[in-house]
């Protein structure tokens, strides 16, 4: 599969809270990661989604922001994901930044060269990937 979203985890749907209008499932990575996307009903009924069937979460990575240091406030993201800088590639205005999960993947950022600075980004810091629910595509094998 080709897709310009550099975020891509594979793994199989863990989780359905169904609610009236909307859906929120979970993805399990084969690597432990966990990644939750916000769907309506109607998306989990087209997609054929059930426990256990697999699944791919991709994020953008504009959708991405990340977290340094001891965090002074909690967030409503429901994806915080824990990880150490592997990757920092600068730009003109913006950097992409590549983050090592503990499961094994992988998850990308492109934060500006000033936040970079300010977080004191660079390779081996630990930093939390934080996206919301409502920013995660869902797909299943066709």
């Known amino acids: 599969m080709s897709i310009s979203a550099r975020n891509v985890f594979k793994g199989k749907v863990s989780a359905i809270r169904s609610g009236p209008i909307n ?3 979970e993805i399990t990575t084969t690597g432990g990661d966990k990644i939750v996307a916000m769907l309506t009903e ?3 009924l087209s997609l054929g989604l059930v426990i256990g069937s697999e699944a791919v ?3 953008k990575t504009p959708w991405v922001t990340l ?10 993201a429901r994806n915080q994901l824990k990880g150490l800088v592997s990757g920092l590639v600068k730009g003109a205005v913006n950097c992409q930044v590549k ?4 499961g094994g993947g992988t998850v990308s950022a492109m934060i500006t060269n000033e936040a970079a600075a300010d977080l004191g980004i660079a390779e081996g810091v630990p930093v939390i990937a934080l996206f919301k629910a409502s920013h995660v595509l869902v797909g299943v094998p066709a």
């Not at 977290?67 to 409503?76: A, C, D, I, V, W």
């Not at 983050?99 to 503990?102: D, G, K, P, T, Y």
Request: proline share 4%; aromatic share 8%.
């Open 23 to 25: 859906a929120e499932i």
């Open 42 to 44: 109607a998306s989990v």
């Open 57 to 59: 979460a991709v994020v």
């Open 67 to 76: 977290l340094s240091g001891t965090p002074e406030y909690r967030f409503s």
């Open 99 to 102: 983050v090592a999960l503990s």
